[in-house]
Antibody, heavy 121, light 106 residues
Framework: QVLLVESGGGVVQPGGSLRLSCAASGFTFSSYGMHWIRQAPGRGLEWVAFIASNGIKNDYADSVKGRFTISRDNARRTLYLQVKSLRVEDTAVYYC??????????????WGQGALVTVSS | AIRMTQSPSSLSASTGDRVTITCRASQDISTYLAWYQQKPGKAPKLLIY???TLQSGVPSRFSGSGSGTDFDLTISCLQSEDFATYYC?????????FGQGTKVEI
């Protein structure tokens, strides 16, 4: 079955950096677009970043552009999110999620369990 | 960015009730709309996509309708396991955007 497992969360000071990972199994990882979506404590869902199946095309929310970098290693079946210049408002659970199909217009059919990033001094 | 507005933000209901949640997009998104259910401490779960297509394994008491800018999620006969927060999301363009959520409470 499809499984997405995030890791790499933790507590970091404002201005700090972190790399989140999402290990995928149960599907042909290299065929699907992947996303990061976050949820601040007690708040709603916010889409963060997208990367195409071949890793060439990507897109970011304005709130993270220039600070976060999405990447993937299809050989290792792993998605990454490098986060830099962290702010208190980046505190959230970060979920990875996969596109359901192969088109440009896809919903998220599987989500990981989430990794908590806490930005605090 | 396309703004997604859900109403109500919360609602109180009882098991067996019929419940409808509304989602409005700030521009035409055709039927590129999904609905998710989220329970506390859990990841969201896809319920409906393409505005009205039920995801595999989702009970038939869930249904979706709409196109363009106005969409509905209906739960025909609320069960205890349906008490959760529901989000709409557009995938017409980037950035992908979600509604603010509707909490369905007892």
């Amino acid at each position: 079955q499809v499984l997405l497992v995030e890791s790499g969360g933790g507590v970091v000071q404002p201005g700090g950096s972190l790399r989140l990972s999402c290990a995928a199994s149960g599907f042909t990882f290299s065929s699907y677009g992947m996303h990061w979506i976050r949820q601040a404590p007690g708040r709603g869902l916010e889409w963060v970043a997208f990367i195409a199946s071949n890793g060439i095309k990507n897109d970011y929310a304005d709130s993270v552009k220039g600070r976060f970098t999405i990447s993937r290693d299809n050989a290792r079946r792993t998605l990454y999110l490098q986060v830099k210049s962290l702010r208190v408002e980046d505190t959230a659970v970060y979920y990875c999620a996969k596109d359901q199909g192969l088109s440009e217009y896809e919903q998220f059919d599987y989500w990981g369990q989430g990794a908590l990033v806490t930005v605090s001094s | 960015a396309i703004r997604m507005t859900q109403s109500p933000s919360s609602l109180s209901a009882s098991t067996g009730d019929r419940v409808t949640i509304t989602c409005r997009a700030s521009q035409d998104i055709s039927t590129y709309l999904a609905w998710y259910q989220q329970k506390p401490g859990k990841a969201p779960k896809l319920l409906i996509y393409a505005a009205s297509t039920l995801q595999s394994g989702v009970p038939s008491r869930f249904s979706g309708s709409g196109s363009g800018t106005d969409f509905d999620l209906t739960i025909s006969c609320l069960q205890s396991e349906d008490f959760a927060t529901y989000y709409c999301q557009q995938y017409y363009n980037y950035p992908r955007t979600f509604g603010q959520g509707t909490k369905v409470e007892i």
